[in-house]
């Protein structure tokens, strides 16, 4: 009897454990990456690199604030194209058939509204949010040890009704940053399709830490979209007319 009791104690310990550790994956995660304090004082990043895709380095440009606006844009051709971009209110993007500017539609609209407590880090504060984030346990990425996070954010709107919005991260058991991210994607042609970010090379810029080598891909593929980082701006100085659609 008394090892059975023990063999139950040491079970509730473990279970104690393990629903502490999330916090405490997370806790470090931003602890190494520059301090949650740090990453609250940012209103905005602006980042620059390069895509590769056909054998063509491609110039991009992505920008977030704290206010939830947004824009991603490339250079092609000597042609400035905006692909995403998000004002707070409107979301719209170039139309890539007829090279025009168009708004988006309304539940594209409505679910970046959703997603706009994700600046600067989904994990951080995440419970005022109302995001949860449960440990799963442990799985190997390229070789390297992870703990695997279940991230639940607020519900998306697909086709009129509200859908799950879960994300998985895997951080680095050794130094708590992601290094891959899968989502299933739930809108577009991709639809059905796990998509899986691979996140590596990170660098320090003003005392936090970003990835710098970024790869888009779907799961199981062989190969993906490389995103390279070459320049990471904090707080940079923004033209708040470069978030407004312009018809």
Request: hydrophobic share 40%; net charge negative.
């Amino acid at each position: 009897m008394k090892k059975l009791i023990l063999i139950l104690a040491l079970f509730s310990f473990c279970g104690l454990t393990y629903a502490q550790s999330v916090e405490e994956i997370i806790d470090q995660y931003l602890e190494n990456t520059g301090g949650a304090k740090e990453w609250a004082k940012l209103s905005s990043v602006k980042m620059e690199g390069k895509v590769s895709a056909q054998g063509m380095d491609i110039p991009i440009e992505i920008v977030q604030t704290k206010e939830g606006k947004m824009y991603m844009k490339f250079q092609l051709q000597g042609q400035e194209i905006v692909q995403q971009a998000f004002d707070g209110t409107e979301a719209w993007g170039v139309n890539f058939m007829t090279m025009k500017p168009e708004k988006s539609d309304s539940e594209t609209t409505e679910n970046m509204k959703r997603e706009m407590g994700d600046f600067p880090d989904p994990f951080l504060d995440l419970k005022s949010k109302g995001y949860k984030a449960e440990l799963l346990g442990t799985e190997t990425v390229e070789g390297t040890e992870c703990y695997k996070v279940k991230l639940t954010k607020k519900p998306l709107l697909v086709d009129g009704e509200e859908v799950e919005n879960i994300s998985f991260y895997f951080f680095d058991s050794d130094t708590f940053v992601p290094i891959m991210v899968e989502k299933e994607m739930k809108v577009g042609p991709a639809k059905g399709i796990t998509s899986q970010t691979l996140m590596s090379d990170y660098q320090e810029v003003d005392g936090l830490y970003f990835p710098f080598a970024i790869t888009e891909k779907a799961k199981g593929a062989p190969q993906g979209q490389a995103i390279n980082i070459t320049n990471v701006i904090l707080n940079p100085k923004l033209d708040p007319a470069a978030f407004i659609y312009k018809d």
